[in-house]
């Protein structure tokens, strides 16, 4: 079993959609969490941290669920420019500290 | 500007030939990581290295050979140069072990061409 899994996609969805992201880890020592954006050809960006209590940024919500070991995105009102690859991320210490990158889902939103 | 920076953005070059990609960053991180993002878009960690000492080391060929002259930059040297090669690099920092549990911050890539 992968340390991170995500499902690749791709989602395609109409603009105004909304749209959720799951995410599965496997270490249940891993104490932070985050969701990255890269954009094609681009590198990736760091688009918000994910809490137990659950946070929003605009259009965007994170919630973690430590007893599952999951962790979630959801876009409201998708727009064009979300198009993107969507980047889920844990860090453990499992004998050290380890960032482990999930593969990503892409995403295409559409006009 | 705050940023990781690498350099050279794009490179292309021969089958055999040897090459250097530079990163610097002026976060004031401590550590710092080199990873190779292939045709599929997996990122996958190469290196990483604490304070200019080597902290993970994942199943590279020996050709390739990071260089930490000081914690603010970390260099990667690629030996005789594979079609296989051909990937982005992305260099990127972090705090480590200052706050282990904060995010890593990228720099914006280096394309490497093998011909």
């Known amino acids: 079993r992968k340390e991170v899994e995500q499902d690749p996609g791709p989602f395609n969805v109409p603009e105004g959609a909304t749209v959720a992201f799951n995410c599965t880890y496997s270490?249940?020592?891993?104490?932070?969490f985050f969701w990255y954006r890269q954009d094609c050809r681009k590198e990736p960006k760091l688009l918000m941290s994910v809490y137990s209590s659950g946070n929003e940024d605009g259009r965007f919500t994170a919630q973690l669920n430590r007893a599952s070991q999951y962790i979630s995105l959801l876009i409201r009102d998708s727009k064009l420019s979300d198009s993107a690859t969507y980047l889920c991320?844990?860090?453990?210490?499992?004998?050290?500290?380890?960032?482990?990158f999930g593969a990503g889902t892409r995403l295409f939103v559409k006009a | 500007d705050t940023a990781v920076s690498q350099t050279p953005k794009y490179l292309v070059t021969q089958m055999g030939n040897d090459k250097s990609i530079k990163c610097e960053q002026n976060l004031g991180h401590d550590t710092m990581y080199w990873y190779k993002q292939d045709s599929k878009k997996f990122l996958k960690i190469m290196f990483s290295?604490?304070?200019?000492?080597?902290?993970i080391n994942e199943t590279v060929p020996n050709r390739f050979s990071p260089k930490s002259p000081d914690k603010a930059h970390l260099n990667l040297h690629i030996n005789s140069l594979e079609l296989g090669d051909s990937a982005v690099y992305f260099c990127?920092?972090?705090?480590?072990?200052?706050?282990?549990?904060?995010?890593?911050?990228f720099g914006d890539g280096t394309r490497l061409s093998i011909l």
């Open positions: 991320v844990v860090i453990g210490n499992t004998g050290g500290f380890k960032t482990i």
């Open positions: 270490n249940s020592a891993s104490q932070s």
């Open positions: 990127a920092s972090s705090q480590g072990y200052q706050d282990p549990y904060q995010p890593q911050h």
């Open positions: 290295y604490n304070n200019k000492e080597l902290i």
